[in-house]
């Protein structure tokens, strides 16, 4: 009985496994057919215009909440970019025509920046690629080779957008959350940790001059560990390294995060210390005119 009850049981494993492969190939019978009838997808179109492709100045927005920017767009007048800036999709993969919102449905520094900068040369064409995350520490930006890491994640994007220019720079906004004194936040050593995730960056991206520019928290009264991390910040004294200031910058009500008007003006400065960085110590694009200033 035992042998009959074995045999049974095979017979059915391979009637079972006929019936799956039949099935299986009936569904790749269909997708071919269904392939031939429609036609391959269709490619989106390339964002970049011909004129632009492999010239772009590019930089890498890192940091926090403050970085992706949490404006809101119903207070936002769209610029024109005159067709010169683009964005790298930090989820997709490629380039997509400049414009906010860049990063979910709230406005922020980048297109700012951006416009700030085709402002000063007619010639320029640049290309953001933010990659920050809201309510990290600066910890979490150390370098970990890990691929779900932020700092591999913007090591890999930075790397991928290369491939249409220049890496010309990195822009970084956080602190927020060290201010907040969990164990695994750095108010008192702020400093250290952003020297050495500015080192290993440059390092990486094997571009040892590669200019940095960060901003400074803004102003939020009686709070000590935010004063300390301001310290912190204000204490950083690297090579084509520059600081911007937000103290005089209105949050939102009951918040943390900017007007929609400030991250325009914070996007203005980052373009503005970047380009002093950036004459100071010859690190400048080729194109760019050193006797042009910002509006």
């Given at each position: ?12 494993l ?37 004129a ?27 610029v ?51 990659c ?23 090591i ?14 990195l822009?970084?906004?956080q ?36 200019p ?8 939020v ?40 008007s400030?991250y ?32």
């Amino acid at each position: 009985m035992k042998k009959v009850g074995f045999l049974l049981f095979g017979s059915v494993l391979v009637l079972l496994f006929f019936i799956l492969g039949v099935v299986a190939e009936q569904c790749n019978f269909t997708e071919r057919l269904m392939y031939r009838l429609r036609g391959p997808k269709k490619p989106q179109p390339f964002a970049i215009p011909q004129a632009h492709r492999g010239k772009l100045k590019i930089f890498v927005l890192a940091g926090q909440s403050n970085m992706e920017g949490d404006g809101p767009l119903a207070d936002y007048t769209p610029v024109d970019t005159r067709n010169r800036v683009f964005v790298f999709d930090h989820k997709e993969y490629r380039w997509k025509i400049g414009k906010e919102p860049v990063r979910g449905n709230r406005v922020g520094p980048s297109i700012a920046f951006a416009k700030a900068l085709i402002d000063t040369d007619t010639s320029l064409s640049v290309g953001v690629v933010n990659c920050a995350r809201g309510g990290t520490n600066i910890g979490q930006w150390q370098r970990h080779v890990e691929d779900d890491s932020l700092y591999a994640k913007m090591i890999k994007l930075a790397k991928a957008a290369s491939l249409q220019g220049e890496l010309a720079g990195l822009l970084f906004f956080q602190g927020e959350n060290d201010a907040e004194g969990d164990v695994s936040d750095h108010p008192t050593d702020w400093a250290v940790h952003f020297e050495k995730f500015v080192a290993d960056t440059r390092n990486d991206l094997r571009l040892p001059q590669l200019p940095v520019i960060f901003a400074q928290l803004g102003h939020v009264p009686n709070y000590e560990l935010w004063e300390k991390v301001k310290q912190q910040q204000a204490a950083v004294n690297l090579q084509n390294v520059g600081m911007i200031k937000t103290d005089d910058l209105p949050y939102q009500t009951g918040s943390i995060h900017y007007t929609t008007s400030a991250y325009l003006t914070i996007g203005q400065r980052f373009a503005q210390k970047y380009l002093e960085v950036t004459r100071k110590t010859g690190v400048i694009t080729q194109d760019q005119d050193p006797k042009k200033t910002l509006p």
